[in-house]
Structure formats: structure tokens, C-alpha cells
């Protein structure tokens, strides 16, 4: 059973900084991609980075040369340096990767973590 782990959140300041962490446990094939998603009270959930097996990136506009996602496969992680931080960057954080089970594409699942509260506050 594959599971997704988070940690790194907490209160921070604005203008700040905090690292993000997912590590996936369990038994798999490969992770095609990672991706941090974030919801605010009130609000819809909404992709903030994702980082795939190629290491091609994308990013919200509202994160864009303030966050960074990075991976570590040997570790079967990823990351998000979260600097320069907003009150409105406050959100539960949330990890997903799809995961190839086996070998072949009809085992890719998707997996979420159970999130992480990112609090930006004076």
C-alpha cells in the first residue's frame, strides 16, 4: 500500500521561509510525477508546483519566484522551499503523486497525502 507523508508545516511570519517535505512509502514501480496542491478556508483546492520523473517544473503564478519544488528519487520525495512568504499563501498543503505500481500503464493511481497547515501571520 502506498502512502504519502508530509511535514514542514507551521506558523511562519510574513516574509519568511519554510521547506515542504512528501516522502512516498509502500511498494511501487515509479513515480511519474509529484505535485504540491494547497486549500484555503473557503476556497477551492489549487495546484502550486509539480515536478515530474523528467524534472520539468511548473508553478502557479502567484508562486513563481518565491517557491521551488525539487525532488530526490533515491528518496522517493519531494519539496517546496517556500520563501518570501504571503498571509495569503495560508493553506492546508497537500501532497500527490501518481504511481505506477507494476510495470504498465494501466497501474497508475493517484495519491494524496493527509496535508499540512502553512500559516502566515504576524
Known amino acids: 500500500q502506498v502512502q504519502l507523508v508530509e511535514s514542514g508545516g507551521g506558523l511562519v511570519q510574513p516574509g519568511g521561509s519554510l521547506r515542504l517535505s512528501c516522502a512516498a512509502s509502500g511498494t511501487f514501480f515509479s513515480i511519474y510525477a509529484m505535485t504540491w496542491y494547497r486549500q484555503a478556508p473557503g476556497k477551492q483546492r489549487e495546484l502550486v508546483a509539480s515536478?515530474?520523473?523528467?524534472?520539468?517544473?511548473n508553478y502557479a503564478d502567484s508562486v513563481k519566484g518565491r517557491f521551488t519544488i525539487s525532488r530526490d528519487i533515491a528518496k522517493n520525495a519531494v519539496y517546496l522551499q517556500m520563501n518570501s512568504l504571503k498571509p495569503e499563501d495560508t493553506a492546508v498543503y497537500y501532497c500527490n503523486a501518481i504511481i505506477y505500481i507494476s510495470n504498465g500503464p494501466r497501474s497508475r493511481n493517484t495519491y494524496w497525502g493527509q496535508g499540512t497547515q502553512v500559516t502566515v501571520s504576524s
Open positions: 515536478i515530474t520523473s523528467g524534472s520539468s517544473t
